[in-house]
């Protein structure tokens, strides 16, 4: 199994700030998914195969990394974008989910 | 519009059984693989089981290996997941997905184990 580490745990940003989080694989993925959830609801989709935006996703987010080192760029910080997102790959079974960052706005 | 419709859920004993049910539309379901993913309170995601399209294949996260059963129906656009043996680690809401470029989840439904 993939084991997926994600850091920071928690962290905190203010508007118009630039925030990166990153996700380490214990093996090599040939790509990266990444969601943001917000309490109460369904993970939604942000980025797919490593980079792509998803559909109706700002372009303030993106996505980059190769091999066992991937993240997820927030280029500038926004009030609504206070969530947890999740790294997530599935380039081997099972499917693996990284453990959570938490982000809040200063 | 895709929706993923879970049913199924509640509050049961440990040792129970329970049995979920997923009603996929706007997608050609018969063509994707479908996973069931749970989420305990609080806590992150865990991918707990995937079949295939034509349920040629299974698989299953080792905490419910020999406890969950996945199924699907494609006749009837559904996907199931059945689970015995109870415990009050499963209390979580349970989603089921088909994660990728084109990712569908549904509202989720909560399973409580609690005597």
């Known amino acids: 199994e993939i084991v997926l580490t994600q850091s920071p745990t928690t962290t905190a940003a203010s508007p118009g700030e630039k925030v990166t989080i990153t996700c380490l694989a214990s093996s090599s993925v040939s790509n990266m998914y990444w969601y943001q959830q917000k309490s109460g609801a369904s993970p939604k989709l942000l980025i797919y195969s490593t980079s792509s935006l998803a559909s109706g996703v700002p372009d303030r987010f993106s996505g980059s990394g190769s091999g066992t080192s991937y993240s997820l760029t927030i280029n500038t910080m926004e009030a609504e974008d206070a969530a947890t997102y999740y790294c997530q790959q599935w380039s081997s079974n099972p499917l693996t989910f990284g453990s959570g960052t938490k982000l809040e706005i200063k | 519009e895709v929706q993923l419709v879970e049913s199924g859920g509640g509050l049961v004993k440990p040792g129970s059984s329970l049995k979920l049910s997923c009603v996929a539309s706007g997608f050609t379901f018969s063509s994707y693989g479908m996973h069931w993913i749970r989420q305990a309170p609080k806590k992150g995601l865990e991918w707990i089981a995937l079949?295939?399209?034509?349920?040629?294949?299974?698989y299953y996260a080792d905490s419910v290996k020999g406890r969950f059963t996945i199924s699907r129906d494609n006749s009837k656009n559904t996907l199931y997941l059945e689970m015995n043996s109870l415990r009050s680690e499963d209390t979580a809401m349970y989603y089921c997905a088909k994660p990728g470029s084109s990712d569908y989840w549904g509202q989720g439904v909560m399973v409580t184990v609690s005597s």
């Open positions: 079949i295939y399209y034509d349920s040629s294949n299974k």
